[in-house]
């Protein structure tokens, strides 16, 4: 195979998986943009206090209503902390914003089947949980008062305008808020920001995807994942899946591809899980917590989230094992063999329309004059 065959083909499969999840895509960052523009930021402070079960719980439940841009919940976190709220509650913020929203779900789905998508819902809290008491052992004041310290300095990370940004309609009753102009108009707003700070990460790991699936043998993966050791390889893979993560550079639902790819090619259960919710620990933002809060609490939030990610993995794994819910066939849809008059190309012209209204809705009313505050 020569190198414009290879490339070709490779580009393929990264066009073939995108079509499959642009539906979902639009689906999910228009539910996500509609929840946004009802619910204001501007109480997370306040709901926040300390590292108690109900602020953690209404962490998650505040980060799942957000966007699923890495980089804007690491920013939002800083800031929700640099204003008052409690650090483990920030932070239990900043995971649940990553992998409980609904496009990553909804993608999940579509790609990898309900299975996956129940186990990074279950498994989510218990990350939670477990990056609590960790740093409940491992943080002390001093560190806390150092991380605000650096924190107050304000240096810029990425994406500190989209983070800021609080459109939300906050009168009369949801549904009035939904349906109003202004609820429109936020929506349109938020879809177009969430998109754009994303694209980039959906775009690399579409890429990535494509190009492991297309040149990587299988027989590589299965040496590399240990599938003739099934015991070992129960333990490997949540350890290895977030260190995949890592160097993959790939954040938010743009590692879902991948993990479709590193799924069919025999890693674990529980590390396809581990790889997925390592997105807040690649390259470029432990960098971007260095500049929040220091070496050391940079440090230690990588350590921590790291052994919560994997741990969570390993226990979903067993226990979906004990239930009998992991499945026994590796054949996550990541490509279509063409492009043909199916359902998926119904949904996708449908959807296609719906985000055009968005963009338009959003180019009329001032849209374009926000993009400047995006990073």
């Not at 674990?268 to 997925?276: D, E, H, N, R, Y």
């Amino acid at each position: 195979m020569d190198l414009v065959t290879a490339l070709g083909h490779a580009l393929w499969m990264a066009f073939t998986m995108f079509w499959e999840i642009l539906w979902p895509l639009i689906l999910g960052f228009g539910l996500s943009a509609l929840v946004q523009a009802v619910i204001s930021k501007s109480e997370m402070t306040r709901l926040l206090p300390n590292d108690s079960p109900r602020s953690l719980a209404i962490a998650c439940g505040l980060g799942a209503a957000s966007s699923s841009c890495s980089y804007a919940a690491v920013a939002l976190a800083r800031s929700i902390f640099r204003k008052g709220a409690d650090f483990t509650a920030a932070m239990a913020f900043e995971l649940a914003s990553t992998n409980l929203v609904a496009e990553l779900t909804i993608i999940i789905i579509v790609l990898m089947g309900w299975q996956f998508a129940a186990a990074e819902f279950v498994g989510g809290p218990l990350m939670v949980v477990l990056m609590a008491l960790l740093f409940r052992l491992f943080l002390s004041r001093k560190l806390v008062a150092e991380a605000r310290t650096q924190a107050d300095k304000g240096l810029k990370g990425k994406m500190e305008g989209h983070a800021e940004m609080d459109m939300s309609v906050t009168q009369g009753s949801v549904w009035q808020r939904i349906t109003s102009k202004n609820g429109f108009t936020a929506t349109s707003h938020y879809f177009v920001m969430d998109l754009l700070a994303v694209w980039k990460d959906i775009a690399g790991g579409l890429l990535i995807a494509g190009a492991l699936a297309a040149w990587v043998p299988n027989d590589f993966w299965k040496e590399f994942f240990l599938v003739s050791h099934p015991v070992a390889a129960k333990i490997w893979g949540p350890i290895v899946g977030p260190i995949v993560a890592v160097v993959s550079f790939v954040c938010s639902v743009g590692n879902i591809p991948l993990a479709a790819v590193l799924w069919n090619g025999g890693i674990s259960f529980g590390g396809v899980i581990a790889f997925i919710y390592a997105d807040l620990i690649v390259l470029p933002i432990i960098d971007i917590y260095r500049k929040y809060y220091g070496w050391k609490v940079a440090g230690l939030i990588v350590a921590v989230f790291y052994v919560a990610m994997a741990l969570a993995a390993l226990l979903i794994e067993l226990l979906f094992d004990l239930l009998g819910l992991i499945p026994a066939q590796r054949s996550a849809q990541i490509v279509e063999t063409s492009i043909s008059l199916n359902y998926t190309t119904v949904l996708n012209v449908i959807f296609l329309a719906i985000a055009l209204l968005l963009v338009i809705r959003f180019l009329k009313t001032g849209g374009p004059k926000m993009l400047a505050h995006m990073e």
